[in-house]
């Protein structure tokens, strides 16, 4: 009968280390059936889960590997696995697994011990933690800091929701973002976002920009932040804000359109998504004024919004058609879904107000971003400590592998 024997090899890495001791286990012809290498600070940890054949002797074999491991300076251990633990572990690879990202300026032994006691008390194991920021330096940076790491978990919870709101809950008090979403091939496939406009893509409220601007500030704000805590009908509460906007002078427009401060990481979030094929949708209970203008600078491809009634020169008060509302971007983002052909899977959605939550539950991967309490709670993710350009994190993607 075939031994099978984990052998664990760390020490300081060096080129050439694994090659050498996979070399020999050649030479005798091994079967590795599973391996797994990590480095960190120039440190290496190599795990080789080995098959020795019955007609072969595991004496020269673990011999030979001894003598190449002193002489590249490495310590060595055995680990001998007996047939019926390793056919559990076999099994275990149809377990479900769960991804786990962690994302904020800086991630702490605080926050992994509070996220890891969560992750065993709900029965779960991590199998692999990744980080997928970059190196940290030691000297200040004039940049906001971006930290991310990323646990990969198996098991199946009693109640995956309910932990999805533990993790959100447990963000808060730690000052970093959770998410927790399922591994499967729909995360690794996305195709299409969409993105609310108004504090999502842009930092302002434009509307509240505009009341400004006509000397209705105050009674606009009031309206508009009731309306995005969904206190307010959206329909209703964008007619009233309409009808004080009244009168305003185009030139005013113009001059907002032309200073609209995007939120932080827009840009490098979009670049990177339109490197990757993706489609990028503005759908907003705004105004096409603006977004059109955002459309042609960051390459948008499709695009819903209010069409605000212009005559004289001046704003009427009106738009023209429908007012596009949450079911209204609901409806437009499945369209534009079975455009592309793809599954609502596929589909990533972001937005900060009450509005946006039925799109961001009907998309794969919803994310209320910087977002008021109920649109967090009603959201998949969430994502309030980074710029948009975290949401690469929840895809998965490192730093190394992005346009900076």
Request: aromatic share 4%; proline share 3%.
């Amino acid at each position: 009968m075939s031994e099978i024997i984990l052998v664990n090899v760390s020490g300081t890495d060096k080129p050439g280390l694994t090659a050498s001791l996979t070399a020999i286990l050649a030479r005798y012809q091994i079967n590795i059936l599973d391996i797994g290498q990590a480095v960190i600070h120039n440190t290496l940890s190599l795990g080789l889960l080995i098959e020795i054949p019955a007609q072969s002797e595991p004496s020269p074999i673990l011999k030979d590997l001894v003598f190449k491991a002193y002489e590249l300076d490495v310590d060595l251990h055995f680990t001998p696995i007996s047939a019926p633990d390793y056919r559990d572990w076999v099994e275990q690879q149809e377990s479900q697994r769960y991804i786990i990202t962690v994302l904020g300026r800086q991630i702490t032994a605080a926050q992994i011990s509070r996220i890891g006691g969560l992750v065993s008390s709900a029965g779960l194991n991590i199998d692999d933690i990744s980080r997928l920021s970059e190196r940290i330096p030691l000297e200040p940076e004039t940049r906001l800091r971006r930290a991310c790491v990323e646990l990969t978990v198996r098991g199946q919870p009693a109640d995956s929701a309910g932990m999805r709101t533990a993790f959100m809950n447990m963000a808060g008090e730690l000052g970093v973002d959770i998410a927790f979403q399922e591994d499967n091939i729909y995360r690794r496939n996305r195709r299409l976002v969409a993105f609310d406009m108004d504090s999502t893509l842009v930092q302002q409220e434009i509307i509240d920009e505009l009341a400004r601007a006509a000397g209705v500030g105050t009674e606009v704000a009031a309206i508009t932040a009731a309306a995005m805590r969904g206190e307010i009908d959206f329909k209703a509460s964008f007619r009233q804000r309409l009808k004080l906007l009244r009168g305003l002078p185009e030139v005013a427009l113009r001059e907002i359109a032309a200073n609209l401060p995007l939120t932080e990481g827009a840009e490098r979030l979009i670049a990177n998504l339109k490197a990757l094929g993706y489609k990028i949708a503005i759908l907003s209970g705004g105004f096409t004024y603006f977004a059109r203008r955002l459309q042609q600078k960051l390459g948008i491809d499709y695009l819903c919004a209010n069409e605000l009634e212009i005559a004289a020169g001046r704003v009427t008060g009106e738009i023209a058609g429908e007012i596009v509302d949450g079911r209204k971007k609901a409806e437009v983002l499945k369209s534009i879904a079975r455009e592309e052909n793809i599954s609502l899977e596929q589909v990533i959605a972001v937005g900060d107000g009450a509005n946006d939550l039925p799109m961001l539950n009907i998309a794969g991967l919803g994310i209320a971003f910087r977002a008021k309490p109920v649109v967090r709670e009603g959201a998949k993710q969430a994502i309030s400590t980074l710029g948009l350009d975290g949401i690469l994190y929840l895809m998965g993607i490192r730093d190394r592998e992005t346009r900076s």
